[in-house]
């Protein structure tokens, strides 16, 4: 036997992403075999970026609603790093040059790849793409916003980096993802 065999896949939920349950066979590592019965939310690849002026010491974040993070407790509004799924055909970098278009209203340059990781792999099926960038007032292409026909209703949000890490520590940005980016930018200005 492998070390894990998928014995059946049942679709739960079609909706935005498919949510499904698998059960499976796992060989644990002092050779016994255990039977597992997991939930899945089929998320796909997502990327981030955090744009920041190195000349002015300011970075680019937004605000929009997050359903999960109001019922958490922390909601609704959430600020964050620009973010979006990655479309099939698309590449990750590709993905977060049009939402920082769509959302920010801002044109990329010196584009750089941090790291690519897991957000919750307990349950979600997303491999996040992190970038950083850099943006000038020059870069400008409009108000952002996001998409009224997605759904969205974004917040732009232009701040000195230090004030930015100041919300990291009061508990004011909680999102992983962009924490993460905060502390890359804050760990290479220092």
Do not use: N
Not at 14 to 37: A, F, I, K, N, S
Not at 45 to 70: E, K, M, N, S, Y
Not at 165 to 177: L, N, P, Y
């Amino acid at each position: 036997m492998a070390e894990v065999e998928i014995e059946t896949v049942e679709t739960l939920a079609e909706g935005w992403r498919p949510l499904r349950r698998y059960r499976l066979r796992q060989r644990r590592r002092d050779g016994r075999e255990q039977h597992l019965v997991r939930e899945v939310y089929a998320m796909g690849p997502a990327a981030a970026v955090l744009p920041h002026d190195p000349q002015r010491g300011t970075v680019l974040l937004i605000r929009q609603f997050r359903l999960p993070a109001l019922l958490g407790g922390d909601g609704p509004r959430l600020v964050e790093a620009c973010a979006g799924l990655v479309d099939p055909g698309e590449d990750p970098e590709g993905t977060v040059r049009k939402e920082a278009e769509q959302e920010m209203g801002v044109r990329l340059s010196a584009l750089r790849s941090v790291m690519a990781l897991y957000s919750s792999p307990g349950v979600v099926a997303e491999k996040v793409h992190l970038f950083t960038a850099t943006y000038t007032p020059a870069s400008r292409l409009g108000p952002g916003g996001g998409l009224p026909e997605e759904g969205e209703e974004i917040e732009v949000l232009e701040l000195p980096l230090e004030e930015a890490w100041r919300m990291v520590r009061r508990g004011e940005i909680v999102d992983a993802k962009t924490v993460l980016l905060l502390q890359h930018l804050k760990l290479a200005s220092d």
